[in-house]
């Protein structure tokens, strides 16, 4: 609903990710579907075809102020049981769809699936349009809600015509790559190609469970004693790199100085470093024009690198017991 209400502040932020390096302007369409609108009690006042409409012309227009792609997204719906829902769940992809693509979007994605079979539902929907579609699950190395492990969720959604896979949302970086990692021995297996794809959160969280981070008694209003910092992408960025992944970004948490670390990052690959980073010194660099001897000593990568941060809270445990 920012985008009705909050046109200029959407499209600022959609700008800082851009300076900071991002190709794709995905729209802010998550959970933009009239069963969600209804459960929110805002569906008398507004309808989700507004909503994407206007996600879309704001993802257009600073796409163009950057030669960058646009990125129209579905998710998961409120009415998934089992295979009794198939028709409605694919129903309301495609009321979204007809909005996507009245406003031409580059590609599509299905992301933060649960189940498996409803993004199989939803991938079957949008490669109808016949634009490139992605889809990404919001699971664990452990597998999908039905506990389908990572490498059949992948060649599941291949087969129904995505061409890019992988993660987003629910866990930290680590454990995403490690799904995304057996999605990828998933997919040899099989002889299947797929473009890979990893948009972690921006939090560390190994303490939770398949449930992911909204298990953690912090979330959702007390995470920040757990954000990643930029130095912690520069690594998940590498790693993500070495790994096969190609299309790498962020999901919750992430900011866009989180996005400049990992354009920052692969920057020798793409041969260019992002706009947001050209009054920044790489790797503290800056640090070198301190007063203070001991401040100018950390403009180096290796301090960085090899830093052990403090959380500054005493009494805090460095994990937690999830509730779920």
């Given at each position: 609903?920012?985008?009705l209400?909050f ?19 995905q ?17 008398p ?26 990125c ?22 495609k ?17 933060y ?16 349009s016949g634009k ?40 930290d ?8 990692k ?12 797929a473009?890979l794809?990893i ?16 298990g953690l008694?912090?979330?959702p ?12 992408v ?31 990052e692969?920057?020798p ?7 947001a980073s ?10 070198e024009?301190s ?7 950390r ?10 941060p403090?959380?500054g ?9 999830p509730?779920a």
């Open positions: 609903m920012y985008s209400c046109y200029s502040a959407v499209r600022q932020l959609h700008r800082e990710f851009l300076r900071a390096g991002a190709d794709v302007m729209t802010f369409t998550f959970y933009s579907c009239d069963d969600k609108l209804d459960i929110s009690g805002n569906a006042n507004i309808t989700c075809q507004q909503i994407n409409e206007v996600a879309c012309d704001i993802a257009r227009e600073v796409a163009n102020e950057g030669g960058a792609l646009v129209a997204g579905v998710s998961q719906t409120g009415v998934y049981k089992d295979r009794s829902s198939e028709s409605e769940v694919k129903a309301i992809v009321k979204q769809l007809d909005v996507f693509l009245r406003k031409d979007v580059d590609f599509l994605i299905a992301e699936f649960a189940h498996v079979e409803e993004a199989v539902w939803a991938v079957e929907v949008l490669v109808t490139p579609v992605a889809s990404t699950l919001c699971i664990s190395p452990k597998g999908d809600i039905d506990r389908v492990c990572p490498a059949e969720c992948a060649v599941r959604l291949v087969k129904a015509g995505a061409k890019i896979v992988g993660v987003n949302c629910h866990v970086p680590t454990q995403c790559l490690n799904t995304v057996q999605m990828k021995e998933g997919l040899d297996t099989a002889g299947l190609r473009h794809m948009q972690p959160l921006g939090f560390h969280c190994p303490d939770c469970t398949s449930a992911g981070y909204i008694p912090e979330f209003f007390a995470l920040e004693s757990r954000v990643v910092n930029r130095w912690d520069h690594k998940y960025a590498r790693e993500a790199y070495t790994a096969g992944i190609r299309y790498i970004g962020g999901c919750c948490g992430f900011e866009p100085y989180h996005i400049r670390a990992l354009a920052e692969l920057a690959e793409r041969g260019f470093l992002p706009p050209q009054k920044h010194g790489l790797w503290g660099s800056a640090l024009g007063s203070k001897p001991y401040v100018k000593a403009a180096s990568r290796s301090h960085w690198e090899n830093l052990k403090a959380s809270r005493p009494l805090c445990p460095s994990m937690s017991i509730d």
